[in-house]
């Protein structure tokens, strides 16, 4: 059967993009020279990205399909084969894209004899301290490490139970150079356990043990939420715009205000920008230089993933495969770890939390747990129903009980038989399948808007959280 | 069909390296600490790599002949599928006994304070300073991109036109790194060259291109003398003892002794060992710490070669794909650019250099050239003998002239029309044809044996070119 047509692109608009991305590049070396210049490096390298992934999707597909990573859209009514794994597409141009960064983050020959005659005012980064790039080297190793894996998941197409640890592996570099770096491992003691930890704490070899499990954590996270166009490809948009966001609260911005939050009775403050101050970085250049680092790993993620969500969109004309979550994920756990926001971090992940807490009696085996656990598509009316796992045994107390529990919250639908009152089926422990449950029927494109919606609004709790909230269990120290 | 049996493995001996492997890495911490620890944990990880290789390779090769990884072997009388691609297993624990490497080579908390107090006599390398740590690490991300655009090659089946530069693409990181750290791109001009161009010259963005070149010489070069059981990995396996025994000239030996080559009238001298002079070194720590790093990099790929040449050999019961060409090339590249003796490394590939020269007609498209221009195989006789290539057209001139060149050198057997004294037919202009030729039929595991003798008749001849007779054209400059 003939391969989907792909998604035609108006090449013009796209085109148009290289003078612009091209001239990102180029403004570090133009008067007036920027305080940041490989921040608009990383702007023209992610439109780059962009430009190179949307172009090189349509491109391949049928080299991907000829190597037989291809797949049928289970929500549809045709059954041409679509390319499989086309994440690896995306993360190639990202990672490769971060590769030819770095002489223009760690080395900027021309600009330094300028600017030691005329200083900038206020903090200024015209280049990374050279020991930044072993860090940088080291994330880069571990994302490359997540693709490879991600891809062999692809092709092996490895049990789910078994591929949990995977990222475990691919962490391991940015362990290694932690380590051999001398790594903080000093966590801050919310205020409440003070008198019983002291305000810092060293979790020593446990704070390795939390950081292998972060990068499990961001990518299976990502990759249990799968199954309709668009989902995998929108979260990581989304939460890759949360970090970005939250970076920007920490760069030396020529302009400066102050978010009155005092004004709702909160004690907590949110200062943007300054040339000095650098909003909430309050002047260290230490934080600034983290979330720099942050944000260009977040910008070519943001390129590469809108690029993918054009041909991924309903109806899909390419499927992300197990790479992008991998890929993705990792790069979560890299600014994470490296920039030393985790907490904030995993806030960004709450439609996730939710999904995770909602499936696990279904990972771990309380519930039946089919292989696929996508909603079901009527073909008749084009929606989806939320699909349903069938106990073939009565389930045991403890399971009835959960099930109930979610019920009560409006979480599942429970067929439960008339006369004996034993369950016998329930929809099935999905986030996806609890929007159905809630909204009724759904069309796939409304479906994943919704979807989307909250992942949106679970970023802006997050960051309510993160400074409305915080004051609550932590001071000022932020080390 | 069913697929090959794997063959066997006396476990017990191999399981008895496990305790000896173990003792290697905890060596540095036992009394009295050698001068360089990071050496005896090198030597552990690589045997663990050994005994992971060779087991893993048997153990996975259902799963990748289930995942459509598998070929025939085009010169056997069985046609039962083999597993293929497997040299990414070589390269996944290569890659990552490197990665668990860093914190011994780049950190020794145990043993820093031990040593302050009571230091060792000679050059000692502790730990490696934190700058070598991006170096290392930028050598590692272009061995996993070597690896990842390996397999791809092996999913794809990229044709071989396209397939030539594909190892520049992984040299990116360690060009762009090398270009962070304001890598050297000197050299250090031959004697007869002097008077014009003056003892160093610059050779700017040269440089990187011949650091690219390199690159691609020492994976393509391996990857087109193929085609018989055992032939790539040997090849392998020998360049990386060549460069290893290379590496211990310049390392810190309590013995130490000269080779008296000035009895053979040579003013070159080749001196071994000593804690202070260190051999070749001659008492530069900068040259212990490049071959030390180039060490660290071939002693676990003699491991994995090994490993899978173990069941590489005739009858072969895995293949390696394209990934153990492009991961082992690369692995050549690496050192040869980092610890800054490419010329020497050159010197080992020459098997590589004279079968590249021999094909180079085929490949610029003077000769017709077959898509496989392995030996043709004799189902009686079990023998092998030199394939060919047919001229559908009568050659050039300049084609003729080559090829009468090359039959009078011996290089190739010419079969010419009898009265017009046209060439129609020519050996398949490859090393393997040649020693066919020069030796007549042998069987496929007389051909590898003969590929490894000119292997290391190659390496012996590099010895002493560098050693007996650099010092025609090079002064004791090594910068």
Redesign the interface.
């Known amino acids: 059967m003939a391969a989907v047509q792909p998604r035609p692109l108006p090449k013009v608009l796209f085109l148009g993009l290289i003078p612009v991305a091209s001239w990102f590049i180029l403004r570090p070396m133009l008067e007036p020279y920027p305080a940041i210049p490989a921040f608009y490096s990383s702007l023209g390298f992610s439109l780059f990205a962009f430009i190179a992934t949307i172009y090189l999707i349509p491109a391949l597909g049928p080299?991907f399909i000829?190597?037989?990573?291809k797949g049928r859209d289970l929500l549809k009514i045709y059954d041409n084969p679509i390319p499989e794994s086309m994440g690896l597409i995306c993360a190639s141009v990202y990672i490769?894209s971060l590769?030819?960064f770095?002489?223009f983050a760690?080395?900027t020959?021309i600009r330094e004899q300028v600017l030691a005659s005329k200083p900038l005012e206020g903090i200024t980064v015209p280049e990374f301290p050279?020991?930044q790039?072993?860090v940088y080297?080291?994330s880069?190793?571990s994302l490359?490490?997540a693709?490879?894996l991600g891809?062999l998941d692809d092709?092996?197409?490895i049990r789910w139970r078994h591929k949990l640890p995977i990222p475990i592996?691919a962490s391991?570099?940015l362990l290694?150079?932690y380590?051999?770096?001398?790594g903080n491992t000093n966590v801050v003691v919310p205020l409440p356990l003070r008198s019983i930890f002291g305000t810092l704490i060293n979790l020593g070899p446990l704070y390795y043990v939390y950081m292998a499990l972060l990068s499990t954590f961001s990518t299976n996270s990502i990759n249990i939420l799968a199954g309709i166009n668009g989902s995998e490809a929108s979260q990581a948009l989304i939460i890759a715009l949360s970090v970005i966001v939250n970076d920007l609260l920490y760069l030396p911005w020529p302009v400066d205000f102050r978010i009155p939050l005092h004004l709702l009775g909160s004690p907590a403050e949110v200062e943007f920008g300054g040339v000095w101050s650098a909003g909430m970085a309050h002047g260290s250049r230490e934080l600034v230089e983290r979330h720099l680092l942050s944000f260009y790993f977040m910008l070519p993620l943001v390129a590469v993933c809108s690029a993918f969500l054009y041909h991924n969109w309903y109806p899909a004309r390419a499927f992300p495969g197990d790479t992008l979550c991998y890929t993705t994920g990792m790069a979560f756990a890299v600014v994470g770890i490296q920039a030393h926001f985790s907490k904030t971090l995993i806030l960004f992940f709450l439609p996730q939390i939710f999904n995770f807490l909602l499936s696990s009696p279904q990972l771990f085996g309380l519930v039946p747990c089919p292989r696929h656990r996508v909603p079901r598509f009527d073909r008749d009316t084009n929606l989806l129903h939320p699909s349903k796992a069938l106990f073939l045994t009565p389930p045991a107390k403890v399971t009835t009980m959960i099930l109930h529990i979610f019920s009560t919250l409006g979480f599942v639908e429970l067929t439960v038989h008339p006369k004996t009152g034993v369950i016998f089926e329930t929809t099935n422990l999905t986030i996806l399948n609890f929007f159905l449950v809630r909204f009724g029927p759904l069309k796939e494109k409304s479906l994943v808007k919704v979807l989307i919606c909250s992942q949106v609004t679970g970023t802006l709790l997050a960051f309510f959280i993160r400074y409305g909230l915080a004051w609550l269990v932590y001071d000022g120290d932020r080390r």
Chains 1, 2 share one sequence.
């Open positions: 080299t000829n190597a037989n990573l490769l590769i030819i770095i002489p760690f080395s020959p050279h020991q790039l072993s080297l080291s880069l190793l490359v490490l693709t490879i891809f092709v092996f197409d592996i391991i570099p290694m150079v380590y051999a770096e001398h």
